[in-house]
């Protein structure tokens, strides 16, 4: 139990005491701020600017489609000059205006004729026109000022029709469980995205990073030494729980920074002069933070596990590459079917994927995080998940055993399942 502890303890200090897991560590938390405040940020900036009031309306409807339009951009703010011309004066008059445009004396223009009476088209010219909120608040006016004609000849008010037919609705979702209200529903979402994101990145970094570690010690020959002293089979369990100890704590550095993050995000947010983030401190009971748990844990072994064996069987890096390619396909399902079992926590895939050892690691946190999941479910869940890290531990054991001192070519599947089978 000595000789396990030692390399446990040297796996995890070599890897804590690195720059690569400082930097990472704090990068995660000041990943996570910009994404609570760029967004906010780009909001604040994609709102229409006010140059889109500092253009000339061309009016060649003959109907006063260009004084409704101006109206209706003035409720925004500046009302724009508007030209009354005829359909045979258009191309000179766009000419003229063009050279303002040119001269920076105006923003740009818009035409309307008969098609925007008749609700076709209209056409905009001018420095802004790649600026979409500029260009969502010209459409917006001009149909808004269409509208307000047919209202008109039908006989209606038009700012009556408009204002009972405008409706600023705010859904709020609060998620009701066994245990009564847990929480807003938007932030189990973003809870669930983030468990899943932060279980893959685990797996996939740190199972290349054993991978990578065996072939190192492969290649300078350190392997042979360390066998000779310690059963190959507590060598991989030293590398697999020392590593997973260094992504533990690197994951409890990032969600200890994601609460704090959430709970001071509005005097953060007040500070950038920006408004609160509407995302809101999911509530985690014990029993699911402890599941939780227990799936990292898991789901960690079950794929580094295979990760080092796989490091075993190959001494260089190229070739790691490629027989390391299945490992990781078993992984991508997981990110790839995280949608859908978003949008259906309940559905038949989604519990399905959520009981396979494969995904079950990552898409049962998933589901356990926006739905209630029955307790038989999570109980054969981790059962089946239990017995596969069994199974893996125990094969990868054997394949590592022989694999660390093998030198030279890649071996066959035939070669390494007579290793699982005779290792001894």
Do not use: H
């Not at 026109?129 to 006989?155: H, N, Q, W, Y």
């Not at 100890?245 to 920006?274: D, E, H, N, R, Y």
């Not at 946190?365 to 999570?378: D, H, K, L």
């Amino acid at each position: 139990m000595g000789k396990l502890f030692a390399v446990i303890k040297r796996e995890y200090l070599e890897r804590v005491r690195s720059r690569w897991f400082v930097f990472a560590t704090i990068f995660g938390p000041l990943m996570m701020a910009v994404l609570i405040i760029l967004p906010a940020y780009l909001a604040s900036k994609s709102k229409a600017s006010n140059d889109v009031g500092n253009i000339v309306v061309l009016d060649a409807s003959g109907g006063g489609m260009g004084l409704r339009v101006a109206r209706a951009l003035g409720v925004f703010g500046r009302t724009p000059e508007v030209r009354e011309v005829g359909p045979s004066e258009l191309a000179q008059a766009e000419s003229t205006v063009t050279r303002q445009v040119m001269d920076k004396t105006l923003e740009g223009y818009l035409v309307v004729d008969q098609l925007t009476m008749s609700g076709e088209s209209a056409r905009y010219a001018g420095r802004n026109a790649s600026t979409i909120p500029d260009m969502s608040r010209l459409e917006e006016a001009v149909k808004s000022a269409v509208l307000g004609r047919r209202f008109e000849e039908a006989g209606l008010d038009a700012s009556k029709v408009q204002a009972l037919s405008t409706v600023n609705l705010r859904m709020e979702a609060e998620r009701l469980t066994e245990r009564g209200r847990g929480g807003g529903g938007k932030g189990n979402v973003a809870m669930a995205y983030g468990v899943a994101l932060l279980l893959y990145m685990s797996i996939v970094l740190y199972g290349q990073s054993i991978l990578m570690g065996v072939i190192e010690e492969k290649s300078q020959r350190v392997a042979e030494v360390v066998v000779a002293s310690i059963p190959a089979e507590k060598l991989l369990a030293g590398k697999v729980i020392g590593v997973g100890a260094v992504g533990f704590t690197q994951q409890l550095v990032w969600i200890a920074s994601a609460i704090l993050l959430l709970k001071f995000q509005a005097p953060i947010m007040a500070t950038f002069g920006l408004p609160p983030s509407p995302m809101q401190m999911p509530q985690l009971s014990v029993a699911t933070a402890v599941a939780y748990f227990a799936y990292y844990i898991l789901g960690f072994v079950f794929f580094t596990s295979l990760f080092g064996a796989v490091g075993s069987m190959v001494s260089s890096t190229q070739d790691a590459q490629q027989v390391s390619t299945p490992l990781t396909m078993l992984i991508v399902p997981s990110i790839v079917l995280l949608m859908p079992v978003l949008l259906s926590p309940n559905g038949g895939l989604a519990r399905a994927v959520s009981i396979i050892p494969f995904t079950a690691p990552i898409l049962m946190p998933v589901r356990m995080s926006i739905t209630a999941v029955p307790w038989y479910e999570i109980a054969l869940s981790i059962g089946l998940l239990v017995l596969s890290c069994a199974g893996a531990m125990w094969m990868a054991g054997r394949i590592y055993r022989v694999g660390v001192l093998m030198y030279g070519k890649k071996p066959t599947i035939a070669e390494v399942w007579r290793w699982v089978r005779v290792s001894q």
